[in-house]
């Protein structure tokens, strides 16, 4: 009898639990779908009858007219961004994991110093001036690829704290004892032993900085000023800028008023442009993504 009511009350808690998840789950794609509805209806409904989750007078002219202006551009900047967010991720993850598997390694003397360090850096930092000055005067990266990949993108003090962490809770002393006492190195031991056993943070990792790479738009802004280096995140700024810009004059471009031109609709558009990469990708990453996180946030 007790049995039965436990069971009963374990399928009611876990029906509560749902139904909440469904809640938030919804909460978090209405949104999306409103953005994507919005991106193809007419402005003048726009401006007349709000947001709906199905537009009332269907239209693609944000897409049309911004790939019949922009296309060529917006094609350059998506292999700008693609390029920089696939090397960028590799370098992080590359050079990130060699200064948190030291760090997590009880024999290493200097560890608590350096840990400490890393941990500075997640909480002060110089400012927008000095960094601009450093990397402009000294590195000489402005107008230059690398002003996307190197600024405040590929080392972050959480990740290296979070990777140190993981190591530190599932790669165990005697297993690196072993591989000593075999004739292991310790690059031998790095690359063949604590890599492949960090899998699920390395994706984790690797995920959470190619989506800050994908979305970033401040180190274009401050370090680009050719069009041809613009990523996509600061050409579709740059798109809107412009819109905003024309929207407040008289002339017309194209045959169509500039008053009248659909700008809601393109703000919409622009962000369903940014997004649908990351939401296409995202699944195959999202069992790694959360047993990585489960896994590095644990603190001993």
Request: glycine share 8%; hydrophobic share 50%.
């Amino acid at each position: 009898m007790e049995t039965a009511v436990h069971g009963r009350q374990e399928r009611i808690f876990q029906l509560v639990i749902n139904l909440i998840l469904i809640f938030f789950a919804f909460c978090a794609i209405v949104p999306f779908i409103m953005l994507v509805s919005s991106s193809f209806t007419e402005e003048s409904t726009l401006m007349t009858s709000g947001y709906n989750f199905w537009p009332k007078k269907f239209s693609a002219f944000s897409y049309t007219w911004m790939f019949a202006t922009n296309g060529a551009r917006i094609f350059r900047a998506y292999g700008v961004t693609f390029f920089i967010t696939i090397f960028g991720t590799v370098c992080s993850l590359l050079v990130g994991p060699m200064l948190a598997w030291p760090l997590s390694r009880g024999d290493y003397p200097r560890a608590k110093f350096f840990t400490f360090i890393v941990f500075f850096t997640m909480i002060f930092n110089g400012g927008v001036v000095p960094s601009y000055i450093m990397w402009t005067q000294i590195f000489h990266i402005k107008n230059t690829i690398w002003s996307l990949i190197f600024p405040n993108l590929l080392f972050n003090g959480f990740y290296i704290i979070l990777m140190k962490n993981n190591f530190k809770s599932n790669i165990h002393p005697a297993l690196i004892e072993a591989a000593k006492l075999d004739g292991a190195g310790e690059w031998y031991i790095y690359f063949k032993i604590v890599m492949p056993l960090s899998l699920p943070i390395l994706a984790t990792i690797g995920l959470m900085v190619g989506l800050g790479y994908w979305n970033d738009w401040t180190n274009g802004l401050y370090y680009i000023t050719d069009t041809n280096l613009y990523s996509l995140q600061i050409y579709l700024k740059s798109i809107m800028d412009n819109i905003n810009s024309l929207s407040s004059m008289s002339s017309s471009i194209s045959g169509v008023s500039a008053a009248n031109m659909p700008g809601t609709s393109i703000r919409m558009a622009i962000a369903v442009i940014g997004v649908i990469p990351v939401m296409a990708l995202y699944p195959f990453f999202q069992k790694s993504f959360v047993a990585g996180i489960a896994l590095g946030g644990v603190k001993e």
